[in-house]
C-alpha cells in the first residue's frame, strides 16, 4: 500500500516563500514519478509540475514556471516543492501524487496514487 504524506503548507504574505514536503512509503521511492498539483475552490485540479523517477527530469506548468521548483531526495523517500514569489493566486490545496506508468504527467489521471493535500494561504 502506497502512501503519500504532505506537509509544510501554511499561511504566508504575498512575495513569501514555502516548502512543500511529499514522504512516500509502500514502494520503491525511485520507480514513482513524483507530481503536484494544486486545487482552489471551484476550480480544477490544476498541473503544477513533476519530476522523473531517477534522472530528475522536471517540468512545470506554465503559472508557475520560473517561481517554483521540485527535487527529490531518494535517501529520504521526499520529493519537495520550492514555492517563491508566491502571490494569492497560489493559494489552493496542494497534492502530492505518485505515478509508476509513463502517462501523461501533466493530468491528475496521470497519477494512481495521491496524497492528502495542504493547504497553502497567501494572504497579507
Known amino acids: 500500500q502506497v502512501q503519500l504524506i504532505e506537509s509544510g503548507g501554511g499561511l504566508v504574505q504575498p512575495g513569501g516563500s514555502l516548502r512543500l514536503s511529499c514522504v512516500v512509503s509502500g514502494r520503491t521511492f525511485n520507480s514513482l514519478r513524483m507530481g503536484w498539483f494544486r486545487q482552489a475552490p471551484g476550480l480544477e485540479r490544476e498541473f503544477v509540475g513533476t519530476i522523473s523517477h531517477t534522472a530528475g527530469r522536471t517540468y512545470y506548468g506554465e503559472s508557475v514556471k520560473g517561481r517554483f521548483t521540485i527535487s527529490r531526495d531518494p535517501a529520504k523517500n521526499t520529493v519537495y516543492l520550492q514555492m517563491d514569489s508566491l502571490s494569492p493566486e497560489d493559494t489552493a490545496v496542494y497534492y502530492c501524487?505518485?505515478?509508476?506508468?509513463?502517462?501523461?504527467?501533466?493530468?491528475?489521471?496521470?497519477?494512481?496514487?495521491w496524497g492528502q493535500g495542504t493547504q497553502v494561504t497567501v494572504s497579507s
Open positions: 501524487a505518485g505515478t509508476t506508468y509513463g502517462g501523461s504527467y501533466n493530468r491528475p489521471g496521470g497519477y494512481e496514487y
